[in-house]
Nanobody, 115 residues
Framework: QVRVVESGGGLVQAGGSLRLYCVASGSIFSIAAMGWYRRAPGKQRELVAAITGGGTTNYADSVKGRFTISRDNAKNTVSLQMNSLKPEDTAVYYC?????????WGQGTQVTVSS
């Protein structure tokens, strides 16, 4: 079993910054990718950003240029630096760990951006 724990959410004004942090622990063998998803009220969960073990990144169009994902393979951690936050970034953010054939999720951390 793999445990996934997020931290770093909170309340920030529009234009501000937050950094999310996620650590995976337990039966870690070979993580293919780690990423962040979010679910806003009344909307479906969507990919925000993901990163492979080799460092290849993928971002949602809505966050390109504002968010940066990074990963420490040795520590099984992934971070999401969020700058120039907008009210529409308000959501619960979930960390995802892809250790095929299984996928693991954290419990989520709330990010609220006030206008």
């Amino acid at each position: 079993q793999v445990r996934v724990v997020e931290s770093g959410g909170g309340l920030v004004q529009a234009g501000g910054s937050l950094r999310l942090y996620c650590v995976a622990s337990g039966s870690i063998f070979s993580i293919a990718a780690m990423g962040w998803y979010r679910r806003a009220p009344g909307k479906q969960r969507e990919l925000v950003a993901a990163i492979t073990g080799g460092g290849t990144t993928n971002y949602a169009d809505s966050v390109k240029g504002r968010f940066t994902i990074s990963r420490d393979n040795a520590k099984n951690t992934v971070s999401l630096q969020m700058n120039s936050l907008k009210p529409e970034d308000t959501a619960v953010y979930y960390c995802n760990v892809d250790q095929r054939p299984f996928t693991y999720w954290g419990q989520g951390t709330q990010v609220t951006v006030s206008s």
